[in-house]
């Protein structure tokens, strides 16, 4: 079956760094499109940054130039790394696969940006 589990997460202060980490099986992951969601308290879930099997990415302006997704197919692992982050990007953060059209998540990992 297929197991997304991410890792990294943690408190960080306002202009600091972090790397997730989503190791994941059941899937060809070298052919699979990788993504990261968040889903901050009383917010809905949103994408944060895409990869494709290819290695083309995609970020909403609110990561651009802050966060960078990337990937090491020896090793089925997707890293998102987090900088200068901010109080806003505070969230449950969820490592997200498409495989025969169905959706699979992660257990998701806490990102606390506080002072």
């Known amino acids: 079956q297929v197991q997304l589990v991410e890792s990294g997460g943690g408190l960080v202060q306002p202009g600091g760094s972090l790397r997730l980490s989503c190791a994941a099986s059941g899937i060809t992951f070298s052919m699979s499109p990788m993504d990261w969601y968040r889903q901050a308290p009383g917010k809905q879930r949103e994408l944060v940054a895409a990869i494709s099997s290819g290695g083309s990415t995609n970020y909403p302006d609110s990561v651009k130039d802050r966060f960078t997704i990337s990937r090491d197919n020896a090793k089925n692992t997707v890293y998102l790394q987090m900088n200068t982050l901010k109080p806003e990007d505070t969230a449950v953060y969820y490592c997200?696969?498409?495989?025969?059209?169905?959706?699979?998540w992660g257990q998701g990992t806490q990102v606390t940006v506080s002072s």
């Open positions: 997200h696969t498409i495989r025969r059209g169905m959706n699979y």
